[in-house]
Every structure is written in C-alpha cells, then in structure tokens.
C-alpha cells in the first residue's frame, strides 16, 4: 500500500473526493469506503475495536491513557509530516496526553526522501507522554535516511513532555544531527529496553569527542535521560548532555 500517512485516507477533506477514483458523489462516510470504486484504506492501528488508516489518525482520536495497537506492518514516508509545536516535521506527535503505542510485533519502515529535517519518528510534545512498547518481541522500526537530514528516531521535545521506551527494536542508518534519541529542555525520557543501532555512531569529530551519540540530552532548563536497558550497537554514554545510568547498573552493548 501507499507510503506517506496522509496517502491512506480514502477523501480529500477540502473537496470531499475519492483519493482513489475522483468521484464526490455517493460516498458511504460510514464504512469509510468509497460506494462508486469500493476503495477503502487499510487499517494500520487500533484502539480496542476501533481501527485507524494511520498512527497519527489513532493519536489524535485517543484519549490521555489510551494504548493504541499496530495491527499491520507500515511504511512511512516524510514527504507527509505532522508539524510539532515549534514546526519542525515528525510522523507521530503525541501532544497534551498520555498514550502508548503497542508496537505489537510489526514493522514500521521509515524513508526520508526529502532535504528538509526530521526532527523526529515519534514524538512527545507540549506536555504529552509517549510510551513505546511491543508486547510481542519481535517488531522493528527501521529508518532510512537516504542521505538526509533525521535528527532522531524518538524524542521528547517540548514543554515538560515525557518518552518511554520499554521494549521494540529501532534502527536508523545515520542521523545529521547528534544523537537519535532525544531528549529536548525541560522534558524526561526513561529507557528501560529495547535494542537500537545507530548506524554513523561516533563517525563525527567535536573536540576529543565523537558524535552522533545514541542518546542526547540537551537545552535550557532539565533535560534527562535514564537509562535502565536495553542494548546497544555502540557505547550509549558518549552523550552531550543529562544521560543518567543507574550505580552498578552496566549498560548493555554488542
């Protein structure tokens, strides 16, 4: 099916059309399918038995404490962003309430096919909490930056937001900026699994560091990251910024 979010919808809501056949004339708004070509969206994420054509569509209907469910494998393009507070382009915002995301065993494939920045896959925003998880083991985010600017895979990026990642596994092939999770000024990201890979880690000299790093905690006010698992490609602690390790807790590599 179509990669970009926006590319599931089956009508243009400006123009009531079928994406699929043109036609604005007979469409059955119930079944959200068009009667004249019987074209209809697959359905990617799930909030009990309500299903979505996106993951930003379930977001947006959730409710602070909802847990929303992949229920098939996605790809995503960022030809089609979500702004967030600040306009910079993400692909999931979760914005003043609290969801997760059940990653559900599936895979998410990410191509960023434009020269403008990704600030982020998913994002916390403007008092939003963002749980990741997968309650199956087995799912994937995989990120392909086609020599483009991804600033991170994960981020926690404004006004007192909150990220969680429990478990899932993400991979990125390199990012432009310093790390490919985030965690932004005044806001908390809590590792606790998973495993990530950061293609181009440590490939970048500043001073007698190298960077990107797999985490980076930066900006005015708090801004931390605490790690207590998960594995890693590379060593996760060469950081710019707040990253906490619990004492005598050993950080998980290759």
Known sequence: ??????????????????NNCGETEEHSMTNNSCTVCEYSPVMVAA?????????????????????????????????????????????????????????????????????????????????????????????????????????????SYNDSSVLYIESGSYYVDAVGHYSMIYSGENNNTVISGGHFSLGNAGTRPEGDVYYPWIFNAYGDGYHYITVTGGTYNAYPMHHHGEVRVPDGYCVGGP
């Open 47 to 155: 909030i009990g038995e309500a299903k979505y054509p996106t993951i930003q569509a379930a977001v947006n209907a959730a409710q602070s404490g909802d847990t929303i469910v992949i229920i098939d494998n996605i790809a995503l393009s960022s030809t089609s962003v979500i702004p967030n507070s600040d306009g910079y382009g993400t692909l999931v915002n979760v914005a003043g309430k609290a969801v997760t995301i059940d990653l559900n065993g599936k895979r998410i494939d990410v191509s960023h096919d434009t020269d403008e920045m990704l600030m982020a896959v998913f994002a916390s925003d403007t008092g939003g909490t963002l749980t990741l998880k997968d309650s199956v083991g087995s799912a994937i985010v995989n990120v392909v930056s086609n020599e483009n600017d991804v600033y991170s895979v994960a981020t």
């Open 1 to 18: 099916y179509s990669v970009g979010q926006h590319k599931f919808v089956p009508f243009d809501e400006n123009s009531h059309k079928c």
